[in-house]
């Protein structure tokens, strides 16, 4: 990896940039958040992201060891599924745009520049939250994000190798021997 970042939050940055740039373009900017991360719940509108779950190949590819390091690379293909939610006024609009952007060729270009391809699992769905001072309008889809996770060890190498036998150096070996 180039930097000191890990493999989830680089995914997590291009779906957050993605989203971003959607809702900027159609004229409906508002904060986007990811749960779980313990931050404070934004006044609506906004948008927020969960990873809910996801798989993983079992059987990696695996590079060469690089001669100069002694690194072995491993390539998981990494399959997750994002729930993205709507809050707030207009929810369903934001959500139907950034559904909408997954078919586009520009965003799907900006996403597989940084390692990610995005489809869509479920359509969107909205609902009503009751909230402490109302109720609010929600609404949500859920993403399959494909990227590869790549895991590097140090495997070392064997840098000699002694040989005993008792066989003569040079020895003359007879094919034919043993009768034909």
């Known amino acids: 990896m180039s930097d000191d970042r890990t493999q989830r939050e680089m995914v997590q940055d291009a779906l957050y940039d993605w989203i971003e740039a959607v809702l900027a373009e159609k004229k ?13 719940r934004p006044k609506a509108p906004f948008v927020s992201m969960q990873m809910i779950g996801g798989t993983r190949s079992t059987f990696p ?26 809050w707030g006024e207009r929810c369903m609009e934001r959500l139907d745009e950034i559904a909408d952007s997954i078919s586009s060729e ?13 489809n869509p699992i479920t359509g969107t769905t909205t609902s009503a939250e009751d909230r402490a001072n109302g109720t609010e309008t929600h609404g949500f ?15 070392g190498w064997i840098e000699s190798v002694g040989v005993q036998t008792d066989m003569p150096a040079n020895p003359e070996i007879d094919i034919n021997a043993g009768g034909a």
């Open 28 to 40: 409906f900017p508002c904060p986007i958040v990811w749960d779980g991360l313990g931050g404070t």
């Open 61 to 86: 590819w695996k590079s060469r060891v690089d001669p100069e390091t002694g690194e072995q690379e491993s390539r998981f293909d990494m399959r997750k599924t994002v729930s993205i939610h709507g």
């Open 106 to 118: 520009k965003y799907r270009l900006m996403l597989r520049r940084n390692g990610v391809v995005v």
């Open 141 to 155: 889809f859920d993403i399959a994000v494909t990227y590869i996770r790549v895991v590097k060890e140090e495997t």
